[in-house]
């Protein structure tokens, strides 16, 4: 018997990301701007950092609610009272070990073994893995490409419903490819859901990125009150706070007890000093937010143009999120180009094949980085194109 023989097949059969793969290959070369990576290049902002420091220093090193600290939960309430324009409690938020914890827990809470669970892609790749470690089997819908950008085509959705389907996942605005749900497509979505019988599961952590100006549309828009929706979001991107895995799952009350113990089972609960942080950034980080979407506005249109200008690359600049997804004519292996372009270009991206079978041949970028960065860096991959 091999030793990996004694590991269960899920375990087995969760996927390697093929972003890691570049990301490791990368890592070992100079002069590379890495944009492979979902985050920006700030590190968090010094009054959230003291915040945590300050806990620190006082001693808040126990053991902690595993719902959250109160302060939080709280701070979590009036955050999205103010964002939806709608009243909201504090028994909704359980604040969790990153925003793929809240995913993990979010789906070990709603499907298992013989389920399956419905998600629209091409998609971030961890949500499937997560489906799949799970026991439950992930189902792509897949966006359609126009030449207008990625829309989705509700008829396809609702037709992929099976006797089995028990949860759907949207994330929009969406990574990779930005697409960006309208609020008749949200209501669409709710109303295909509500027939359906099926729990959704909302990823909205990108909805403060969103180019035309405020929030993107949200599910809290159409939702009625306490309905069966899991919103899992997480500190990493308004705040730059990538590195402390602090998240949050808001969902009705009535799952309060099975959410805590299923958080109990796999962390206890997020130390509370990192909670302090978060609590910091709720309470103080509007303007460094709005000054984080202002700069990935521009650095949009810097790397979106230029690309567009070498006349052959498939992009339409994106309604959301920080991420260009393109295609480049003549380019078919996404893998192997992306290490070329390491090679050739000094360029990170992340290969489409890591985010499913539905566009294998786009490739994405994180823009949100300096402009002069994102500046040289679209003039390194025009110029490698115009070469082709």
């Known amino acids: 018997m091999s030793p990996l023989d004694r590991l269960h097949a899920r375990a087995l059969s969760a996927p390697e990301s093929g972003i890691v793969a570049v990301m490791n290959y990368g890592r070992g070369l100079d002069g590379v701007i890495p944009l492979w990576a979902g985050e920006g290049d700030l590190p968090t902002p010094a009054f959230i950092r003291d915040a945590a420091a300050a806990s620190l220093a006082e001693g808040e090193t126990f053991y902690t609610w595993q719902r959250g600290i109160p302060e939080l939960r709280e701070a979590l309430a009036r955050y999205t009272e103010t964002?939806?324009?709608?009243?909201?409690?504090?028994?909704?938020?359980?604040?969790?070990?990153?925003?793929?914890?809240?995913?993990?827990?979010?789906?070990?809470?709603?499907?298992?073994?013989g389920d399956e669970v419905l998600f629209i892609g091409p998609a971030w790749p961890n949500f499937a893995a997560a489906v799949g470690v799970a026991g439950a089997t992930a189902r792509e819908v897949t966006l359609d490409w126009t030449e207008a950008g990625w829309t989705l085509d509700l008829d396809k959705l609702r037709a992929a419903i099976g006797p089995k389907t028990r949860v759907l996942f949207v994330n929009t605005p969406s990574n990779p490819t930005?697409?960006?749900?309208?609020?008749?497509?949200?209501?669409?979505?709710?109303?295909?859901?509500?027939?359906?019988?099926?729990?959704?599961?909302?990823?909205?952590?990108?909805?403060?990125?969103?180019?035309?100006?405020?929030?993107?549309?949200?599910?809290h828009d159409v939702m009625e009150e306490d309905e069966p929706i899991f919103f899992v979001n997480s500190f990493s991107k308004n705040w730059a706070m990538t590195g402390w895995r602090v998240g949050?799952?808001?969902?009705?009350?009535?799952?309060?007890?099975?959410i805590e113990n299923l958080i109990q089972y796999s962390t206890s609960g997020v130390a509370a000093f990192m909670q302090r942080g978060a609590v910091a950034a709720l309470e103080g980080g509007e303007s460094f937010v709005a000054e984080q979407v202002e700069r990935a506005h521009r650095a949009r249109d810097i790397f979106a143009g230029r690309l567009i200008e070498t006349n052959r690359v498939s992009l339409v600049p994106p309604a959301g999120a920080f991420y260009a997804f393109f295609a480049i004519d003549g380019v078919e292996d996404t893998t192997a180009a992306a290490f070329r372009l390491l090679d050739e270009t000094r360029v990170g991206l992340a290969p489409g094949t890591a985010f499913g079978q539905a566009a294998p041949r786009f490739m994405r970028a994180c823009f949100h980085r300096r402009l002069d960065q994102v500046e040289d860096a679209a003039d390194r991959l025009a110029d490698w194109i115009g070469k082709l």
């Open 83 to 113: 964002l939806y324009g709608r009243p909201n409690r504090f028994d909704r938020f359980f604040v969790t070990g990153s925003g793929m914890q809240a995913i993990q827990i979010a789906i070990a809470a709603l499907a298992g073994e």
């Open 178 to 219: 930005g697409w960006t749900a309208s609020l008749e497509t949200l209501r669409a979505i709710m109303g295909i859901v509500r027939e359906a019988g099926l729990t959704l599961i909302a990823d909205e952590i990108y909805s403060r990125f969103h180019y035309a100006g405020g929030r993107a549309p949200s599910f």
């Open 248 to 258: 949050w799952i808001e969902a009705p009350p009535l799952f309060g007890g099975v």
